[in-house]
């Protein structure tokens, strides 16, 4: 054995580029404002605290490994079979265990131009090949991604919502989409943001997954729930792929506290719809703040809004500008928009000073001059 003899990854993994998230300092004494990562400005429901707070007491237990109380509980509120329901640590564990379940060395995932990095990492993680589709204002194209598949295709991914664009699909396109799809190519409907659409023609696939026998829905606790630090998702799936993912998930891939908040962050509606309302208010009105004063924002019916400047340079100064008030937002140049910063609705604090701070960029020229 050589001095330079070392296990080495195999073909592809250091060709994969690690996901970075959001910014989440500021400068020495500047008041923190994370606009970064869409967490819920309202933070989690006070039940689901106490009862994280109650899982301390039982730290040396092994967690529910199947999960059947929180799986009963989805069922419960959304009327499905809890043995079709999956749960992990955060929808991106489910995204991983369904690439690794479906694709291998020389198959094909597709996904749209600006759709969820963690897709790529996944693919590229399991051997696939990704397969990236061009949008039409920044929106998924259906008839695009229908001509990119071919017989290597065995999933594709849509986010409906999309992050970080906040762009969706009608619910009649995902099913056109899905109609057009091989029965053997599985659609995975990523609907981390499903809470907070409130436009009549959207659906996040619940009867689509009923009705289906490839296509899964993935959810999540980290964003409406407000439980991101305990890493939580689920998915509802026809049963054999139900059945795929539990064969391949850790025997106990959700820890205890995390699941005993989920059950009581469900229960309390009432703090969910006022995360909602929340949303629904602070979300135009940032928009309209923000176009006000000539900037371009992308149309959202998430929890963000998409901000477009002059050119990357401009982007660039902007952000920096923000975080020295200590106003953190989402660069997005790994997504291909280098224009661009994603600015999660916060708190009315931080929605009223993101907006004066834009308008002092503005107003000493910055998008001039950067």
Not at 3 to 28: F, N, Q
Not at 167 to 185: M, S
Not at 216 to 229: D, N, P, Q, W
Request: include cysteine.
């Amino acid at each position: 054995m050589t001095a330079t003899a070392r296990p080495t990854p195999r073909p592809g993994v250091l060709d994969i580029e690690a996901y970075v998230p959001g910014k989440s300092g500021a400068p020495a004494g500047v008041k923190l404002h994370k606009l970064s990562s869409n967490e819920n400005p309202l933070g989690p429901s006070p039940r689901a605290v106490e009862a994280y707070r109650k899982a301390g007491d039982k730290l040396e237990l092994y967690p529910d490994g199947s999960a059947s109380g929180l799986r009963e509980a989805i069922g419960a509120k959304y009327g499905l079979d809890p043995a079709r329901i999956v749960c992990g640590a955060g929808s991106d564990e489910i995204l991983n265990l369904l690439t690794h379940a479906y694709v291998g060395p020389g198959d094909e995932g597709i996904y749209s131009q600006y759709g969820f990095l963690v897709y790529k990492i996944a693919l590229m993680a399991a051997g696939g090949t990704p397969v990236v589709v061009p949008e039409k204002n920044l929106t998924a194209d259906v008839d695009g991604i229908l001509a990119a598949v071919t017989p290597r295709t065995k999933i594709v991914f849509l986010a409906n919502p999309n992050n970080p664009t906040g762009t969706y699909l009608p619910f009649e396109e995902v099913k056109r989409l899905h109609a057009g799809l091989p029965p053997q190519v599985l659609l995975v409907l990523d609907a981390a943001y499903a809470e907070y659409v409130r436009r009549n023609d959207y659906a996040a696939g619940i009867e689509l997954v009923s009705t289906s026998d490839n296509v899964v829905m993935c959810r999540t606790f980290s964003k409406i729930y407000g439980l991101a630090l305990l890493r939580l998702g689920w998915c509802y799936a026809p049963a054999p792929v139900a059945d795929a993912l539990n064969r391949i998930r850790g025997p106990f891939n959700v820890s205890g506290p995390a699941l005993e908040a989920g059950v009581a962050a469900l229960a309390d509606e009432a703090h969910v719809a006022a995360a909602a309302a929340h949303n629904e208010k602070w979300l135009p009105w940032l928009t309209t703040e923000i176009e006000a004063l000539g900037l371009r924002v992308t149309p959202s019916v998430g929890n963000f809004v998409l901000i477009h400047f002059p050119d990357g340079r401009s982007a660039r100064a902007a952000d920096a500008f923000l975080s020295a008030r200590g106003l953190i937002l989402r660069a997005v140049g790994a997504y291909g928009l280098p224009d661009a910063l994603r600015l999660t609705v916060g708190t009315e604090e931080a929605n009223r000073l993101v907006v004066q701070a834009l308008r002092d960029f503005m107003q000493q020229g910055g998008a001039a001059r950067a």
